[in-house]
Structure formats: C-alpha cells, structure tokens
C-alpha cells in the first residue's frame, strides 16, 4: 500500500471525521478549560511580585508562610499563610461546604416531588409544556434572578412590606446579609438543573414494574421506596453534583445576598486574584477548593455505586 | 371431571369504559379452581382488560368480579389472592434474581433462612437452580420469564395471571416453555389464567378458552370443542383455517336439517349441538376443515360423500400439501390440506380431481 493510499485512506475515515466533528469543541475547550487550567496550576506554585507572578517554584501558597517580592525584586518583609494553613480560607472554605451541602440538599428534596409529578402525574401530551415551564426562569440572567430575592427579602422588600402592612410583623425581618437567604436564593436557580434528571431517571422506569411492586404486596408507598427511589437514584445522583458543584464556587449570591458581609470561598479568591493582587496564592486556594470538590464528589460517588451499575 | 371443581372466579355482567370507548361489554364466565384457562383474541379485544380486573389494576364500570367467592371491588391489587406475570416480566432491574423472586416476601413472618430456602425451592422448580446471586439485567428472555414466574408463584397465590409471557421468545424457546408451564400447572394446581393472540399457544395449553372480540366473550369452550363446532364464522376464522360456502336450510326438525350447499349438494347435517336460532339475512353458510375433505387419486374410493374439483394452486410444505381446489358449482376455492405419505404424487395446478367429504365434518352457521 502507497503512502498516498494511506492519506486517503485516513482523510476518508470515520475516524477523521469523528477528530473533525470534535476539533471545533475540543479547540474551544483545550483553549478555553485545559490552558487557564494549567496556568491556575502553575501558579499556584510560582512566587507573587509586583503585578507579576514570577516563575520561582515554592509550595508556601499551599502549606506555611509565604513572601511576596517587591518591585525592586527583593522579598517582601510581610508574609503571608498558605492556602492550608490560614485560619480565614479554612473557615470560608467550611462556610462554602456548609452552604453548598444545605442547598444541595434542600435543592434535591424539592426538586424530586416535582420530578416525580411531572413524570408521573401529568398527561404525557403535556410532559414537554411543563418542562417548558420549568426552564422558563433561565430565560433570565442569573444575577438579575439573584437579585431578585434581594428585592423579596430586603428590609424594604415585598415579604416584609407585605407582612408589615398585614399586621403581623413589627419590625422588618432580617432576611438578607444571612446563610438562610443564600440557601433559599441557590435552591432556587439551581432547581430547574436538579429537577431534570430526576424526571429523566424517573422516565425511564418501566410502568409496569411499579404494578409489578404492588401484585407482590406492597403499598404504593412501600412500592415507591423499593422500586421507584432506587431506580430514580441515579437521576439524584446527577442532581446533587449538578447542584453541590457550582454552589461551592458561587460568587455571585454571597455578594448580592450576603451583601459581601458573608463572603464564601469564591470571594476570597476574587479579592486575592484582583484587589490583593496575590494571584499565586488566589490559585492555591482555587486549586485547593477543586481538589475538596472534587473529593467529595469521588467520595459521593463510591458511597451510591451500587446504584449505578449498568442497567437496562 | 372439571365439572366438580370448585367456582375460582366469576365475572357477571362486566362493563368496562376508557371515556367513551366501550372495553368490556358485558363479559360473563366462570373460571374454575385449578383450570388453566385462556383468553384468546385479536388485539385490543379486550383481554388483557379483563386480566387487568381480576389483578386489580383495572376498575370496573359496572358488574362484579368474584375471587373466590368474594367481590373484589375496591381490593387493591397488593391484597389480592392473585399474582401477574407481566408481558415485559418486569422483573425488578437493580435486584438480584434471588432479591427478585424473594420481593413479595418482605411481611412474610417466616426465618431469614426459611424465606431463604423458599427462594431455592422456587428457582429450582422453574430450572433456574444456582442462579440466585446472578444481576436481574443479565439474565436473557426466557430466563427472566421464570425468574418473574418464581417470583409470583413463591406467594402461593390462588390465581397465576399470565399476561402474554411467552409473545417475546423466539419459536423453540416458546414451545417449549408451553409444554413446562403445563407440568408447572399440574404440579402446582393453581388456576392459572393465560392471555394470548396465538390460538395454537391456547389450544396447546388450555382447559378452557374464551375466544373475545371487541370486548365480549364470543365461545367459551374446551380447545376441542372451539376447533370442532365453533358458534360463529368469526371463532372459526380465527382458530384455524376453516373453509365456507353458502347454503340454503331446506326443512329443519329434531336436531337434523335438510340443506343444499353450493358444490356439495343436498345432505342431512345434525346440528344437535351447533347454534340453533333464526338464519342471519346474509343467509346460512356450511363450514369445513382443509383437513376433513381428502382429494382422491385414482382408485380411491370416497368413505363418505365426494365432488368434482380443479385444483387452483398449490402449496407445499414437505410434511404436508395445502391444495387450493374450486369445487364446482362454486366461486371461491377451498383448501384441504393432505399428507404427504409416500407414493402419493403432488397434483399440478389446473387437474380435475374429485374431493372426498363427510357431511358429519360440517358446521352449519346460520
């Protein structure tokens, strides 16, 4: 075989066809994920100067004290804690958790009766129109929605407005500038991600299993926590990571909710990359953060395993 | 025999509405205890409804359904003495086979290891011994059809519902299955009742059959009896092949009518036990089976009555010929169906022969 049958043979392949379906993708994401990715990376090791991040590897943004150089290039006589070692990034990072765990969970358990009643309850002609209806809030941008629950919950908002004017309320209630507030403003933009692959796991169950369930004796209740849960845990599954992932980053709430007053980990890595101009350390913390993610989801995931291996 | 067996289900006039779409239509039956009884039909007939009423997943609109002598109205299916096997065997996916079969016995007060044994027994009677541990979704068709008959028989139900099982097994896997759920039926002797729209798959198996059209129950009978004196044109068509002609009823008294066929003639039929009643406007018809009229080759003399033919096609089949003949005297050809013993040649299209028939082989519809 020529080389030139070679050339045409692999141009003609499914297997270039497939690299060229992919590449404008994988361009986008080498560019746009991976190469930021690994910058972020290599930072995070690099020493902080003055407006630059000076190629010096030390791992004192991670773990001790750390010095920043000056303009004329000579060590700063301040230092500076470690990612690991500041009492501060270890109580935001615990607070952002906490947060993200509360919201995740609430997010879930909300999510599921709507799921369930969608799949199950509404006339299969009419699935597609509440779907519909469900992803109408992402026709929104999401800080305007953010935002939105600062106009309900603020001294001056709608529920106080409303509760003062009916008489049962005093005093405005503080609602805003508190974690409840986030929890109740993250379960809400988040709702719609988790409420989908519930319905989609949900969907997929065979009918007749749960008239199965019922002939070998069960409630329909018993016949839900035997059949229907279990076969829908890998939708849950999806929704939390779904949700728990981008909560533990959000930025936004804690600054339009919390008023800046309950930063979470996200902000502190803002305030290190931009106004503290500590951009090795802002990507220490964003590595670290990652990795606590990335751990509870590996975590999360060999805890549920039973419930995803494969099925027909 | 069956005669004495006690009454397991009864339905008395059963009416079943989908908003204006009539389902059931007034469906009276008797099922006996220990009776492998079958419901057989055209789709959308109704049968997998009525199945769906003795389980529990259907209402009625109107009538009774008796289990065991007690109306079962408003009895949810999970207190019901009944278990379903399911047409797609719904066989739980995230269990084990032995989780599968063990599921309904979560109340069951027995010892872990009792309940456990009682898995065993149940796999091993439907030849699934040592598949306990196995993953539900690896298991190919037929097995999960025993595992889903395993699971409903270990509850020692009063009434086995099977909802079409064997529709999704390949033809060798079906037979065979028929002839074990027969000798599971007999070892067991619970009532087992069978839907199916494979009219070989009912007489093979049943007792009894009701053949259901459009939401009502058209004959009711054993397999024989379906096959040798179905009531109505339709039962006949649909079980079998049955070959028609007009006739004309000539004079009718003690059970014996005097009627002219076209292509046969005149004879004397006795219609003791056929369908007695007014002659329908589209006048009478004579209906035989390909297999009780024989085409004679050269010497044979007819054991009965014979008619002048012409062989319009043929269709051979190795073990068997089907020969489509137009007797004379008649528009449409009659098939009969003849044994290919040795010696005896295959006609051509077109030969004159003579066809051999009995008049005590003909039904009369009227």
């Known amino acids: ?10 141009w003609g392949s499914e297997a270039f066809s497939g690299l060229a379906l992919i590449s404008p993708t994988a361009l986008y994401a080498i560019l746009l994920l991976a190469a930021p990715l690994a910058t972020t990376l290599l930072y995070s090791v690099f020493t902080d100067g003055y407006l630059v991040v000076i190629p010096h590897f030390q791992l004192c943004n991670y773990i001790g004290e750390c010095r920043s150089q000056l303009a004329d290039g000579t060590p700063s006589p301040d230092t500076y804690l470690g990612a690991w070692s500041d009492p501060i990034t270890q109580a935001l990072m615990l607070r952002s958790l906490n947060v993200s765990m509360l919201v995740t969970a609430m997010t879930v358990l909300l ?27 992402f026709w929104t941008s999401y800080v305007i929605r953010v935002f939105m629950w600062n106009v309900m919950m603020s001294r001056t908002g709608v529920i106080n407005s409303v509760l003062e004017g009916m008489g049962i309320i005093s005093e405005p209630l503080q609602m805003v500038f508190t974690i409840q507030a986030m929890v109740v403003t993250l379960a809400h933009a988040y709702a719609p991600f988790a409420i989908l692959p519930i319905f989609v796991a949900l969907e997929k169950i065979d009918r007749s299993l ?39 980053g959000d930025y936004v709430t804690p600054n339009l909710i919390g008023g800046g007053k309950i930063p979470m980990i996200a902000n502190i890595i803002e305030k290190q990359m931009l106004k503290a101009d500590n951009r090795p350390l802002g990507s220490a913390i964003a590595v670290s953060a990652m990795l606590v993610v990335g751990l509870i989801s590996v975590l999360f995931l060999f805890l549920n395993r039973r419930y995803l291996k494969g099925q027909k | 025999m069956s005669s004495e067996k006690p009454t397991m289900i009864e339905f008395k006039d059963v009416h079943k509405y989908y908003g204006d779409y009539h389902a059931l239509r007034g469906i009276n039956a008797t099922i006996k205890a220990g009776e492998f009884f079958s419901l057989l039909g055209p789709s959308g007939c109704g049968k997998t409804t009525l199945l769906r009423t003795i389980a ?36 739980f996916p995230h269990l084990t086979v032995e989780q599968n079969v063990g599921f309904g016995l979560r109340k069951d007060p027995r010892s872990k290891e009792d309940k456990a044994r009682a898995v065993d027994e149940a796999l091993a009677m439907v030849g699934l011994a040592g598949y306990g541990k196995r993953a539900a979704h690896a298991l190919s068709g037929g097995q999960r059809q025993r595992v889903a008959l395993a699971r409903a028989l270990i509850l020692k139900p009063k009434v086995l519902l099977l909802d079409e099982p064997l529709s999704a097994l390949d033809k060798k896997l079906r037979e065979n299955m028929q002839v074990e759920l027969i000798k599971l039926q007999r070892q067991v002797g619970i009532t087992f009742i069978l839907v199916t729209h494979d009219q070989e798959e009912a007489l093979v198996m049943s007792d009894r059959i009701a053949v259901m059209f459009e939401g009502q129950i058209a004959q009711l009978d054993s397999p024989e009896a379906l096959y040798r004196l179905p009531k109505t044109r339709a039962v006949a068509n649909f079980i079998g092949t049955m ?30 036990k056929q369908v007695t009643g007014a002659v329908s406007p589209g006048g009478a018809t004579v209906g035989f089976r390909p297999e009780t009229a024989t085409l004679l080759f050269d010497t044979q003399e007819a054991t009965d009555r014979e008619s002048m033919a012409t062989v319009e096609e043929v269709v051979y089949y190795g073990d068997m010929t089907y020969y489509d003949v137009k007797l004379d005297g008649t528009a449409e050809p009659m098939r009969v169906s003849m044994r290919n013993v040795f010696g005896r040649p295959v006609l051509d299209i077109g030969t004159r022969t003579r066809v051999g028939w009995s008049p005590g082989a003909l039904v009369l519809f009227r």
Do not use: C
């Open chain 2, 243 to 272: 070959n028609f002609l007009p006739a004309k009823i000539l004079s009718e008294a003690g059970g014996i009518a005097e009627i002219e066929a076209a292509g046969l003639g005149r004879m004397a039929l006795n219609v003791e």
């Open chain 1, 210 to 248: 749960l008239e199965a369930g019922q002939d070998l004796g069960e409630t329909r209740f018993t016949t839900f926590l035997r059949v229907t849960l279990p076969l829908s845990m890998t939708g849950v599954i999806a929704s939390v990571l779904i949700v728990f992932i981008p909560t533990i």
């Open chain 2, 56 to 91: 529990g997943f259907e209402g009625i609109s109107s009538g009774v359904v008796l289990i065991d002598g007690k109306d079962v109205a408003g009895i949810r299916p999970n207190h019901r003495p009944t278990n379903m096997v399911f047409q797609s065997y719904a066989i």
């Open chain 1, 1 to 10: 075989m020529s080389e030139r049958q070679v050339r045409s043979r692999f």
């Open chain 1, 111 to 137: 999510a599921y009766p709507v799921a369930y009643f969608v799949s199950f309850n509404v006339d299969a002609s009419r699935k597609s129109l509440w779907l519909f209806l469900i992803t109408i809030p």
